[in-house]
């Protein structure tokens, strides 16, 4: 109930008046401004807190003896299309462990397929039982150092304007742009100026983060060491302290997080898939790691809920208190943040209520148009030993700038697994002009066989590593014939596969499914030799030519420090 109607209730429903939709009793609250137990009901009235601390009767009553209500989780920054899955799947596996808002930036379907891709979050967030809010993409594509599918003007981007999901202009990946005053990225940041922009600057510090922030840009999830955080801290910004699938940045900033800052300190994901979910959690994990690590559980809580609204001007949410949003968990304990419950603006998280939700349908299938490959399109030519080669940084989507001598053989630099280093290869796959470019990468382990992805940030061509041409041409080949996705091959064989029929990004099966199908990738993987814990996600991050230091693209190797192609 809405209006003037809608609006009294909740005073008369507040007042003990008339009786709430929905009353939870017998926990204790915590309150994020003084950090006390609170002792009474909840009372909730159309999806918003009428009371709290006292005795209410409802039309409905949920006794939560002996937990504790803390406000919704706010993951603040997240592309869902590295989950893997599509916003409804994602919905229900990430609410059950507490995340009531999700932030997200559709900037990964935008590369593939442009505005429709926003548009089909928008869509989607009208049905969603958490609250799925949609930035506006600011960087399709991210450089002009690479190929993608298409781009996204600042005229593109007025015209998604005033969606009910918008918050504003999502993470400003071309800091280099802002910072020389490129025209295009001025034209975007004059049309959100005075609103809400996102950042994205690693490293970045100095004069340079000076100019950075004078654009009206307020947050920043690319700080991956303390130094970096506190400067951005100090300089006005709101950090998001990210650990996803591959960017592990929490050990490294949780000292930052204490009660004096984390009113400028939020949590985000980033990127996240099933599988990690299942083995260890979403923001929960965050959560009940950082208090293990010493953050006071206070501390932690607010930069989950609180800090989070408040940063991103969602005034409706964050605590557990008469006016807001019923965005509710219920734990165990603190320290632990095992969650009993959830309510998504009143609405418990559950099977059934899942099942009830509206839905929209799927977008962007038959996305790959790369043409067919063979084991000769994966050679190297060149006249020269020395070899630019990109370090892995596990845990990190940062690389190294290696050179390594290589010999030349019959006019190619054949991979070298005794050494580590391994060929890999972008592919454009939008059909737009057919550049393959190859390279070199140390930090797979990978012994023989390959792997490819169309999941390759953020163009989202195909991404490929291996030791053999042949089965590296195998895999590439398999990913049109399904679609898009993740193909392990080894021997002339495919050994795991997993599609990803939506923009070559999404699945259309149940979480469920696709976490096993990522178990079944992963042993594959591990059994070609493989090391890292995720070397699917960290193989996509090494085309993103945004994050230094060494990169590549379809149209080559990327110097991002210099911010130019070198090869």
């Given amino acids: 109930?809405?209006?003037?109607?809608?609006?009294?209730?909740?005073?008369?429903?507040?007042?003990?008046?008339?009786?709430?939709?929905?009353?939870?009793?017998?926990?204790?609250?915590?309150?994020?401004?003084?950090?006390?137990?609170?002792?009474?009901?909840?009372?909730?009235?159309?999806?918003?807190?009428?009371?709290?601390?006292?005795?209410?009767?409802?039309?409905?009553?949920?006794?939560?003896?002996?937990?504790?209500?803390?406000?919704?989780?706010?993951?603040?920054?997240?592309?869902?299309?590295?989950?893997?899955?599509t916003p409804f799947e994602f919905d229900r596996c990430v609410a059950p462990h507490g995340v009531t808002t999700a932030i997200c930036d559709p900037h990964e379907i935008a590369n593939v397929i442009g505005a429709e891709g926003i548009r089909y979050f928008q869509r989607a967030s009208e049905h969603t039982l958490m609250d799925i809010r949609v930035q506006l993409s600011s960087c399709v594509p991210s450089t002009h150092m690479e190929t993608a599918g298409a781009a996204l003007s600042a005229a593109d981007l007025a015209e998604l304007r005033g969606h009910p999901s918008g918050i504003g202009l999502a993470e400003f990946m071309n800091y280099p742009g802002v910072i020389h005053r490129d025209p295009d990225v001025m034209d975007k940041l004059r049309l959100f100026e005075g609103g809400h922009v996102d950042g994205h600057c690693p490293q970045l510090s100095g004069r340079d983060l000076n100019a950075y922030i004078a654009a009206g840009i307020s947050t920043e999830h690319e700080a991956t060491t303390a130094e970096e955080a506190r400067e951005k801290l100090q300089k006005g910004m709101r950090v998001l302290i990210r650990e996803g699938s591959v960017s592990k940045d929490l050990h490294a900033l949780q000292p930052l997080l204490t009660e004096r800052t984390a009113p400028y300190m939020c949590l985000c994901t980033d990127d996240r898939n099933p599988l990690d979910i299942g083995e260890e959690g979403h923001l929960d994990y965050m959560i009940r790691t950082l208090i293990g690590l010493g953050t006071p559980a206070l501390a932690a809580y607010r930069a989950a809920s609180l800090s989070a609204a408040e940063a991103f001007g969602l005034k409706d949410r964050g605590l557990i208190a008469p006016g807001k949003r019923a965005d509710i968990v219920a734990v165990g304990s603190l320290e632990a943040c095992d969650v009993r419950a959830v309510f998504c603006g009143g609405v418990e998280a559950t099977a059934e209520a899942f099942a009830a939700r509206g839905t929209v349908a799927p977008v962007a299938r038959r996305s790959v148009h790369a043409r067919a490959l063979e084991a000769e399109d994966f050679r190297s030519g060149a006249n020269k030993a020395e070899t630019d080669v990109i370090g892995i940084m596990e845990g990190k989507i940062l690389t190294e700038h290696l050179r390594e001598d290589i010999a030349v053989e019959d006019g190619d630099k054949r991979p070298d697994p005794a050494r580590d280093l391994i060929r890999i290869a972008v592919i454009e796959r939008h059909g737009k002009n057919g550049n393959i470019a190859t390279g070199f990468v140390r930090g797979f382990g990978l012994q023989r066989g390959a792997i490819a992805s169309t999941v390759c940030?953020?163009?989202?061509?195909?991404?490929?590593?291996?030791?053999?041409?042949?089965?590296?041409?195998?895999?590439?080949?398999?990913?049109?014939?399904?679609?898009?996705?993740?193909?392990?091959?080894?021997?002339?064989?495919?050994?795991?596969?997993?599609?990803?029929?939506?923009?070559?990004?999404?699945?259309?099966?149940?979480?469920?499914?696709?976490?096993?199908?990522?178990?079944?990738?992963?042993?594959?993987?591990?059994?070609?030799?493989?090391?890292?814990?995720?070397?699917?996600?960290?193989?996509?991050?090494?085309?993103?030519?945004?994050?230094?230091?060494?990169?590549?693209?379809?149209?080559?190797?990327?110097?991002?420090?210099?911010?130019?192609?070198?090869?």
Avoid at 30 to 39: H, M, N, S, Y
């Fill in 1 to 85: 109930m809405t209006g003037k109607d809608g609006l009294e209730r909740r005073i008369a429903v507040g007042r003990g008046d008339a009786p709430a939709d929905l009353v939870l009793r017998g926990a204790r609250t915590l309150d994020l401004v003084t950090g006390a137990l609170l002792e009474g009901d909840v009372a909730i009235c159309d999806g918003m807190i009428a009371g709290t601390c006292a005795a209410y009767e409802g039309v409905q009553t949920r006794d939560l003896s002996g937990l504790t209500l803390v406000p919704g989780f706010i993951d603040t920054h997240l592309h869902i299309e590295s989950s893997l899955v």
């Fill in 457 to 567: 940030h953020d163009h989202h061509n195909i991404a490929c590593v291996g030791v053999d041409y042949a089965d590296m041409a195998l895999a590439a080949n398999r990913l049109g014939e399904i679609e898009g996705g993740f193909v392990v091959a080894s021997g002339g064989e495919v050994l795991a596969e997993l599609a990803l029929p939506v923009a070559g990004l999404m699945s259309l099966e149940p979480f469920e499914t696709v976490r096993a199908s990522l178990e079944q990738l992963r042993r594959a993987a591990r059994g070609l030799g493989v090391t890292l814990n995720e070397p699917f996600l960290q193989l996509a991050f090494l085309a993103l030519p945004v994050i230094p230091a060494l990169k590549i693209t379809d149209r080559g190797m990327v110097d991002v420090v210099k911010f130019e192609i070198i090869a």
